[in-house]
């Protein structure tokens, strides 16, 4: 049987980085497509962006023989955005020799708060 093409949600989603470090990264993702059926953005569509965002800079803070991996999200919404895109910034709280949180703000087009998420990643061993 063929095994199906792997495609990582954050590409799913129209997840596009803009800018990536282990002090900063930004991201955008498409209101379109990423919608509750009411025509919203999903709040689970925040929290894959918020994850991707955290994640992208706790494994750079880890090095290039780590990964990191999500081990807590929270997410607070704050308002509805009904279309465009919406901007993610992820900046460390902690960085640690095993653990990094990272605090996120995404916000609409016209720089209003959307949400405030923070993702706290194990950094592991690459397997």
Do not use: F, W
């Not at 720089?111 to 061993?125: G, H, N």
Request: aromatic residues 0%; hydrophobic residues 40%.
């Amino acid at each position: 049987m063929d095994q199906p093409e792997t495609v990582a949600l954050h590409d799913r989603m129209g997840i596009k980085i803009l800018e990536a470090t282990a002090e900063r990264v930004v991201g955008v993702l498409p209101v379109l497509g990423n919608t509750q059926p009411s025509g919203l953005l999903h709040g689970g569509a925040s929290c894959v962006l918020a994850e991707s965002l955290g994640s992208i800079g706790a494994t750079l803070h880890a090095g290039p023989d780590r990964v990191a991996v999500g081990v807590d999200i929270n997410a607070t919404h704050h308002r509805a955005a009904r279309g465009g895109v919406v901007t993610g910034v992820a900046v460390p709280v902690h960085r640690g020799r095993t653990v990094a949180t990272y605090d996120v703000v995404i916000a609409d087009d016209q720089e209003r708060r959307v949400c405030s998420a923070r993702i706290t990643c194990q950094l592991i061993s690459k397997v």
